[in-house]
Structure formats: C-alpha cells, structure tokens
C-alpha cells in the first residue's frame, strides 16, 4: 500500500514505521498506517458519520456505549464498519505487523486532529 500511494504521489517520504500516519487520498478519504503498539485513544467523529475497512493486518477497537465497553479484533474479513456521528471508540494495533485501514467520512471529517491521543510504543 505504501509503494502504491509513493508511485500516485500520495506518500511523502516519511517514517511510517515508528507511528500511526495517514493520508488523505480524497476529500473525505484517508489512508491509515498503523505500527505495533500504536494506536488513537478515545475519540469520535463529531458530526460526521465513519466508515474504515481495515484491509491489512489488525486493530484492536473498543467501542463504549452508554457506560459499557465492548472489545473486538477487526481484519480484512470483517469488511467495512460504520460508526455513527458521536459513537466514541479508540483502535490500537496490539499485532506484531504494520496494520493499514482506509477510512472515509460523511460530511467531510471537520474534527481537528489531536496529537494528545496518540497512542505509542514505550521507549
């Protein structure tokens, strides 16, 4: 995937191996490369309406509802989610293999990204 958006001029030349990096590849499309360990903390999606396919390796995703927790392992089998305006969730790779996920967003993502939920390997 990587090569792929390199040759498109999607992928400017930077490390993708030591924490999450994404990609904006349309206007409510973003390409997601998530290390071991990595991952984004609590967090939803404001108004807008998620849809993610995790199309190589795995995510770790717990989606609280109303006070409750549930755990699950997303792969490439499990096709595409959906999460509706205000669902809050947080993924982390726990694999041992870079995971990528495609994400797309209805209306256009307008949240500001915050680098305080980034979630990374201890060091």
Same mark, same amino acid.
């Given at each position: 995937? !990587?090569?792929?958006?390199?040759?498109? +001029?999607?992928?400017?030349?930077?490390? &993708?191996? #030591?924490?999450? %990096?994404?990609?904006?590849?349309?206007? #409510?499309?973003?390409?997601?490369?998530?290390?071991? %360990?990595?991952?984004?903390?609590?967090?939803?999606?404001?108004?807008?309406?998620?849809?993610?396919?995790? $199309? %190589?390796?795995?995510?770790?995703?717990? &989606?609280?509802?109303?006070?409750?927790?549930?755990?699950?392992?997303?792969?490439?089998?499990? +096709? $595409?989610?959906?999460?509706?305006?205000? #669902?809050?969730?947080?993924?982390?790779? &726990?694999?041992?293999?870079? !995971?990528? #996920? $495609?994400?797309?967003?209805?209306?256009?993502?307008? $949240?500001?990204?915050?680098?305080?939920?980034? &979630?990374?390997?201890?060091?």
């Amino acid at each position: 995937m !990587a090569n792929l958006l390199r040759e498109e +001029g999607l992928l400017l030349e930077r490390d &993708i191996t #030591s924490r999450r %990096s994404w990609f904006k590849i349309a206007p #409510s499309t973003w390409v997601l490369f998530w290390p071991p %360990s990595c991952g984004l903390d609590w967090h939803d999606h404001g108004e807008s309406w998620a849809r993610f396919w995790v $199309v %190589s390796g795995e995510l770790h995703e717990t &989606i609280r509802d109303q006070g409750h927790e549930f755990p699950w392992l997303l792969r490439a089998e499990h +096709g $595409v989610q959906l999460r509706e305006p205000g #669902s809050v969730h947080r993924l982390v790779n &726990i694999g041992t293999t870079m !995971a990528v #996920s $495609v994400h797309t967003y209805d209306p256009e993502l307008v $949240v500001a990204y915050d680098e305080a939920l980034e &979630i990374r390997p201890e060091r």
